[in-house]
């Protein structure tokens, strides 16, 4: 397994993936004669991320395994993207021509979407999209995955949340760098107690969500996937070039996020045991991802709790608040009740 690749070399392959198979031939019909089970239709909304082609190609390209029990991608609706995120208006033609490449039917409005489809990706790569996007789906019944960062606030993934439990609709958000090799091994006890742990990764800030939302989050998720929930406070150091969070758990463990906006980009961790200390820094790619989001397609199951996520956010949030106070330690808990009654004023 190779060493996490940077954010642009992941993008390029993940792209060249889903036009590679486009090369093969015109496939925009391969599942227009109901070749695809009941209940496995997948759809997708947002076409303005590389994390598109890369399912898609897993799930409808020519190296398709039984991990993904038959599901397809059927149709896909692009969103007309967000004019003042170049990440996501510059992508979206390429993105949704690699997709339609691999026999996907582009449609022209969530609506539309869902008379097609079983389960939905809500894979939107702006996160204030993503309230107003999930919506629909939660009100039409479907099971969703809601790719980072679940929303653009800690209060909007609280009604996002509210709805599913409303609509009884399950739904989850993750990263794949929860899956980093060795976190397994560690969750089912390989070194003992795990009393800190220290990741690190890219944390490129994009201006129209809180520091840590937009790439901090997969270092921030994997730190929760090693520490688990239970932080009570947040204290940031922030420079140009580089971020220290560092949360101090309700059991009296550390755990940190060093964000960094030089180098390679590369993520990883070090986890601190009663029993040993483990690095790690191999890809998990993205497939031990899809295959938990087929899992959860199946059963219904969430891998990830609604909570533990909410608490992700409210990690990341008390980083912002922290970063403008100076780097004083800023409570979860507070930041918590404040997004609660924010959340209380959306209407849905």
């Given at each position: 397994m190779q060493n996490y690749l940077n954010r642009r070399d992941f993008v390029r392959k993940a792209t060249m993936g889903g036009v590679g198979f486009g090369l093969l031939g015109n496939a925009t019909s391969l599942f227009a004669n109901g070749s695809v089970a009941a209940g496995k239709r997948v759809g997708i909304i947002g076409l303005d991320t590389s994390h598109v082609t890369a399912v898609t190609n897993s799930l409808n390209g020519p190296n398709v395994t039984a991990n993904w029990g038959g599901y397809k991608v059927v149709a896909a609706y692009p969103t007309k993207g967000s004019a003042d995120m170049k990440e996501s208006i510059g992508r979206l033609a390429g993105f949704t021509?690699?997709?339609?490449?691999?026999?996907?039917?582009?449609?022209?409005?969530?609506?539309?979407?869902?008379?097609?489809?079983?389960?939905?990706?809500?894979?939107?790569?702006?996160?204030?999209?993503?309230?107003?996007?999930?919506?629909?789906?939660?009100k039409a019944g479907k099971r969703?995955?809601?790719?980072?960062?679940?929303?653009?606030?800690?209060?909007?993934?609280?009604?996002?949340?509210?709805?599913?439990?409303?609509?009884?609709v399950p739904i989850f958000s993750a990263s794949s760098l929860r899956y980093i090799p060795g976190a397994k091994e560690i969750a089912e006890g390989k070194i003992g107690t795990v009393h800190g742990a220290d990741t690190y990764g890219n944390c490129y800030i994009e201006p129209h969500h809180p520091d840590l939302f937009y790439y901090g989050i997969h270092g921030v998720e994997m730190l929760y996937a090693l520490m688990g929930t239970g932080c009570k406070s947040v204290a940031r150091t922030h420079i140009n070039n580089s971020d220290l969070a560092v949360g101090t758990w309700k059991d009296d463990r550390i755990g940190t996020f060093r964000g960094t906006r030089f180098g390679t980009g590369k993520m990883g961790a070090t986890?601190?045991?009663?029993?040993g200390i483990e690095v790690l820094d191999k890809s998990p790619g993205y497939d031990p991802l899809w295959v938990k989001i087929i899992a959860f397609f199946d059963t219904g199951i969430v891998p990830v709790t609604p909570e533990e996520t909410l608490e992700t956010l409210a990690f990341m949030e008390a980083a912002d608040e922290s970063k403008i106070k100076g780097g004083i330690p800023v409570n979860l808990e507070t930041v918590m009740e404040r997004a609660k009654k924010k959340s209380r004023s959306i209407r849905y």
């Open positions: 021509d690699a997709v339609k490449a691999l026999g996907v039917e582009i449609v022209d409005s969530i609506e539309d979407l869902l008379t097609k489809v079983d389960v939905v990706l809500l894979e939107s790569v702006d996160g204030r999209r993503h309230l107003a996007e999930a919506l629909p789906v939660l969703m995955f809601i790719d980072k960062p679940i929303a653009s606030s800690l209060a909007d993934a609280m009604v996002i949340f509210d709805a599913a439990k409303k609509y009884n986890v601190f045991g009663e029993k």
